[in-house]
């Protein structure tokens, strides 16, 4: 098995590092990590390097020892970004949290015209941390050490205008009255930036589709069966990652 990550804010260069608060709290207390364990250190931004436990002091502060070169992973290609719509309820940590599992590099959350959820003031805010907090959580959890990053929410304006700016853009819709392309057989580019749109529980709507085919997006299928929102984005990220050799 992999050895577990924790995130520092600086990736320490010397021989030993002393990992504290609630980052060292976890190791002790939760993974109960016992000398001799191999640990990874990163920023997330994929700097890292890998060391050994030396020793657990008290409850919240683990000494790692044996620190190799710091490493630092290049940024995949293509990058993908998906812009996920809000969902109900705490679907859209499951959405976030699975998506960074399987790979995402950005994820854009967007308030589209059909969304029950509406992220407005402190609540907005809060709800917003959520998602990072998950990122986070389940880029440790999955062992990266570059975690994806979430943008603040965006209008469909906004959407729009980032559409234009992608090497290749598409928006996930199933309404069988538009003509759609299956993404398991479109021509993706090798480099650059992949920007998927997945749309609420009601759909994208005319209008929002309308703004996104004239922004450059295609629109596309994934299949014959129609996935809730929060699980389209993960199973096209994963479509993705295997079509691009991202996976192999």
């Not at 920023?43 to 630092?72: F, I, N």
């Not at 960074?100 to 003031?121: H, K, L, N, Y």
């Not at 069966?225 to 192999?248: I, Y």
Request: with cysteine; glycine share 10%.
């Amino acid at each position: 098995m992999t050895a577990p990550v924790f995130v520092v804010e600086r990736v320490p260069e010397g021989p030993e590092f002393v990992l504290e608060g609630p980052e060292g709290r976890h190791a002790v207390a939760v993974k109960r990590l016992r000398p001799g364990e191999d640990v990874v250190l990163t920023d997330g931004h994929g700097r890292w390097t890998e060391g050994v436990v030396a020793a657990a002091e008290g409850k919240d502060r683990l000494h790692v020892t044996d620190l190799v070169a710091v490493h630092e992973e290049a940024a995949p290609a293509p990058r993908i970004t998906v812009v996920q719509a809000l969902p109900k309820g705490d679907r859209g940590e499951v959405a976030v949290e699975t998506m960074t599992e399987t790979g995402v590099d950005a994820i854009v959350p967007w308030q589209a015209s059909r969304c029950v959820t509406q992220w407005r003031g402190d609540r907005g805010l809060k709800s917003l941390a959520k998602w990072r907090a998950t990122a986070r959580e389940a880029g440790k959890q999955s062992r990266r050490v570059r975690f994806p990053e979430v943008a603040d929410a965006l209008t469909t304006k906004q959407v729009a205008a980032l559409l234009t700016t992608a090497d290749f853009a598409a928006v996930l819709h199933e309404d069988r009255e538009h003509d759609s392309e299956p993404l398991a057989t479109v021509q993706l580019p090798a480099q650059g930036e992949i920007v998927l749109v997945v749309g609420p529980e009601g759909g994208v709507s005319p209008d929002e589709l309308a703004a996104f085919a004239g922004a450059g997006a295609r629109i596309c299928r994934l299949g014959t069966s129609v996935l809730r929102t929060s699980t389209a984005g993960t199973a096209a990220t994963a479509l993705l990652m295997g079509r691009t050799g991202r996976w192999a």
